[in-house]
């Protein structure tokens, strides 16, 4: 069953074309984490022009947990990241891009279920992060995808930079394996 769930994941992936490496880990990702599921290289993750957050004259604080990346599957240059967001003062900021040390882009990516039935990985647009909301990037979910970095293996640690909106940027470390801690 597992075979033919690869299996379907790397037809899909091969018939809606996209980045080699990346379609391939998207293949080896949907193995990993989502079971059959499609990657939407034809999405750019540019949805409508989101109007610039509303000025509250509260400076929002984001406190960022539980930052975890996967081990690179084997031979390729691409893997996921994960982490939790969490506004602990302001009342709202949006995360809108991510950088890791040493990858050659990052992208926010999401999921959802076409109209067979299949899910799909796609780029998604900024996430809104609200007063008591708490923003997971985690497996089946939310996840940056993460390309062009050197390989990394369990127990690496790896720099990166989430990027708000209105707080700007925010360090954070990786640590890399093949399963997160645990969110505060």
């Known amino acids: 069953m597992r075979f033919a769930l690869i299996l379907t994941s790397a037809l899909m992936l091969t018939a809606c074309g996209g980045h080699d490496d990346h379609a391939a880990m998207e293949g080896e990702h949907a193995a990993m984490d989502h ?3 499609a ?10 022009e989101l109007a610039p957050l509303p000025d509250d004259g509260v400076m929002p604080v984001v406190d960022v947990t539980a930052a975890w990346m996967r ?3 084997q031979g390729r240059d691409v893997t996921a990241a994960y982490f939790t967001a969490r506004l602990a003062g302001g009342s709202a900021d949006r995360l809108v891009a991510a950088r890791i040390e040493g990858a050659a882009s ?11 039935g299949m899910m799909q990985m796609r780029a998604v ?13 985690a497996p ?5 995808m993460v390309f ?3 390989p990394v ?5 790896v720099e990166g930079v989430l990027v708000f909106e209105r707080s700007g940027e925010i360090p954070v470390r990786f640590a890399v394996g093949l399963s997160g801690p645990s969110a505060d």
Not at 125 to 135: H, M, R, S
Not at 140 to 144: A, I, N, T, W
């Open 35 to 37: 079971g059959a599921m």
């Open 39 to 48: 990657h939407d290289a034809g999405h750019d993750g540019g949805e409508a």
């Open 71 to 73: 081990p690179h599957p």
């Open 106 to 116: 990052v992208e926010l990516h999401g999921h959802t279920m076409n109209d067979q």
């Open 125 to 137: 647009g900024p996430q809104t992060l609200e007063a008591g909301d708490t923003l997971v990037f």
């Open 140 to 144: 089946g979910g939310l996840h940056l």
């Open 148 to 150: 062009g970095l050197a």
């Open 153 to 157: 293996v369990d127990g690496d640690t």
